[in-house]
């Protein structure tokens, strides 16, 4: 008798009915590549395996010194900058995030510049240009899903200023970077020139599931921050993907299990988050998306240029 594969009967029990509507197309957006000491989000993980028993060590901070290791050769990490982009019938152009501001040297504060540098950016990784290398157009954008609103995340609302576009946001999000931005605490990286309160049409919810779309579903995920929120998208023919925005940075925080080194906030928030998110995962058999692992999101973009 043929062996049964029990996630494959999870997803056909619990998908059809929820899936995108027959013709959605999601792309894939390369915005740049910013690069960072590796610090910042990969906490250092050392580990050996003697029989049955498993000896790890984790120090808050990768590239630390130790006395074993005085002066460590600080490891870099090159982190593309992405963006969803949903063709989706019905109702136009989704974008789940929106990258750095264009002109980044002058948004940002010279001391973000020099520990975030953009190291990769050209004329095809301008928004407007990526989705019109879609054959897309972002005047035909009908609504913006912010997973955080940290500034390489939000900084393109920039080019949706004064238009009638909807912004969704989680509303603890909202309310913590209009906060942090009010009072200089969080310092850097939330910034107020995509922040502005008059000129763009904010639409914040409070759900912790939220089915925005048939077949789209935002669920709240604090940890990196209060109110982030990550993107399942499941297709008609590729199945379900999972866009993690922050909440993983790249592959290591998810696999191994391990939060943020520096832009760590509530950990106890954070590893919830992460049990939830696998369980999403095994229940829907998902391709995850992580913030800016380069690796993945290559890949990704290499094997199609679009997914349905």
């Given at each position: 008798m043929a062996s049964i594969d029990s996630s494959s009967l999870l997803v056909s029990a619990a998908v059809p009915a929820f899936k995108c509507p027959a013709g959605t197309k999601m792309h894939i957006l390369n915005l740049g590549t910013l690069q960072a000491d590796e610090s910042w989000?990969?906490?250092?993980?050392?580990a050996r395996r003697v029989w049955l028993t498993t000896i790890s060590r984790i120090l808050r901070g990768a590239n630390t010194s130790k006395l074993s290791d005085l002066n460590p050769t600080n490891k870099r990490r090159d982190l593309v900058l992405l963006s969803a982009l949903i063709e989706y019938p019905g109702v136009g152009l989704i974008l789940y995030?929106?990258?750095?501001?264009?002109?980044?040297?002058v948004q940002w504060p010279a001391p973000i510049t020099d520990v975030f540098p953009r190291v990769e950016y050209s004329d095809n990784h301008r928004l407007p240009n990526a989705i019109k290398a879609t054959g897309n157009d972002i005047k035909d954008v009908k609504a913006v899903i912010i997973g955080h609103l940290h500034l390489d995340h939000a900084g393109g609302l920039e080019h949706f200023i004064d238009t009638d576009v909807p912004i969704y946001v989680h509303e603890e999000e909202f309310k913590h970077a209009c906060w942090a931005i009010?009072?200089?605490?969080?310092?850097?990286?939330?910034?107020?020139?995509y922040m502005l309160l008059e000129k763009l049409k904010w639409n914040t919810f409070n759900e912790s599931q939220l089915?925005?779309?048939?077949?789209?579903?935002?669920?709240?995920?604090?940890?990196?921050?209060?109110g982030l929120c990550i993107m399942q998208v499941n297709l008609a023919n590729d199945g379900p993907f999972i866009w993690t925005t922050d909440q993983f940075h790249v592959a290591e925080n998810y696999e191994l299990g391990h939060p943020h080194g520096g832009l760590a906030r509530d950990h106890t928030a954070w590893y919830r988050s992460l049990?939830?998110?696998?369980?999403?995962?095994?229940?829907?058999?998902?391709?995850?998306?992580?913030?800016?692992?380069?690796?993945?999101?290559?890949?990704?973009?290499?094997?199609?240029?679009?997914y349905e």
């Open positions: 989000f990969v906490e250092e993980y050392e995030e929106t990258g750095c501001a264009e002109d980044l040297e009010a009072t200089g605490a969080d310092l850097g990286v939330y910034l107020g020139h089915d925005l779309f048939q077949g789209i579903i935002l669920y709240h995920s604090p940890g990196h921050t209060p049990n939830m998110i696998r369980r999403l995962q095994r229940l829907y058999n998902a391709r995850l998306i992580f913030g800016h692992d380069k690796d993945v999101a290559t890949k990704l973009i290499e094997e199609k240029p679009y």
